[in-house]
């Protein structure tokens, strides 16, 4: 077990090779306040990855980096590369990343239909302006992504009438639809009951087992779940560990990181604090 994150953070790097993401020497900036410091930050083909972290620690911020919704200070190292491409167009990152977060949802709390809404997911648009552009393959691949994510009987109902767990389901399948090479989840269990958090995490597991690579922020330590490999702890806009999980999710760490003792426990891959 190691105790100390800077080791954490150089020993897993140094095994990461070919990333989807890369940022370098990154630091976004408002209002003269540091959001955001990253020395370095990958995502590889297919790695399950869990950013954690308490309320205001930056993982948002993380988000908007990777992709572009703001950009960091220009420095000679600075780098934010998609594919080894620090130039990709936005179009290629919005393709490359399946993302869904409370932003999307509030801004799907609207009459859209299900449907219409999942395949929204091949033209980047908040509800579907090109329909005259779907073809017969996008319609039935948006049926089973449906399908999958268990909201096919849900597709003529609008997102204003669903549940938080069940827009929060029509929003992935609306990620997973044009087949994105990774899919990012924030905070997937805000707003959840505990029956539907229970339930929601175990599609999580299931989707973490796909061929996609898999970024999911949360300060829920249970959201953790036994598929993800690696955990990025983030405090006040630094990562302060990043690494193999069962290096990184001890008790000392989470203590540091939420700034109060806890005890961690691990059963069966699950992890939960008090």
């Known amino acids: 077990m190691r105790s100390c994150p800077t080791k954490v953070l150089v020993a897993y790097h140094d095994a990461v090779t070919a990333p989807l993401i890369e940022i370098r020497d990154a630091t976004v900036v408002r209002d003269g306040r540091a959001l955001l410091s990253v020395d370095r930050f990958t995502l590889a083909p297919g790695e399950r990855v869990a950013v954690l972290g308490p309320n205001g620690a930056g993982k948002s911020t993380l988000l908007r980096l990777l992709t572009r919704d703001v950009l960091p200070i220009h420095t000679p190292s600075t780098a934010v590369l998609v594919n080894g491409d620090p130039r990709a167009p936005l179009f290629e990152v919005r393709a490359l990343l399946g993302i869904v977060s409370d932003a999307l949802q509030s801004d799907y709390d609207r009459a859209v239909r299900v449907e219409e809404a999942v395949l929204s997911g091949f033209f980047g648009s908040i509800g579907l302006y090109r329909a005259s552009e779907v073809t017969p393959e996008m319609r039935r691949a948006a049926l089973e992504a449906m399908r999958d994510m268990g ?58 087992r796909s061929h996609r690579a898999l970024l999911l922020v949360t300060h829920h330590v249970e959201d953790i779940v036994p598929e993800i490999e690696r955990v990025v702890l983030l405090k006040d806009g630094r990562i302060v560990a990043d690494g193999p999980k069962t290096d990184v999710l001890t008790s000392q760490q989470l203590s540091r990181l939420f700034g109060f003792p806890l005890e961690l426990e691990e059963r069966n891959g699950v992890y939960r604090f008090w």
């Open 151 to 208: 909201v096919e009987h849900l597709a003529e109902r609008t997102m204003d009438t669903l549940s938080t767990g069940e827009a929060r389901r029509a929003l992935i399948a609306r990620a997973l639809v044009s087949d994105p090479a990774a899919l990012v989840l924030d905070e997937p269990c805000h707003g959840l009951d505990p029956s539907a958090a229970y339930h929601f995490r175990r599609t999580l597991s299931e989707l973490a």
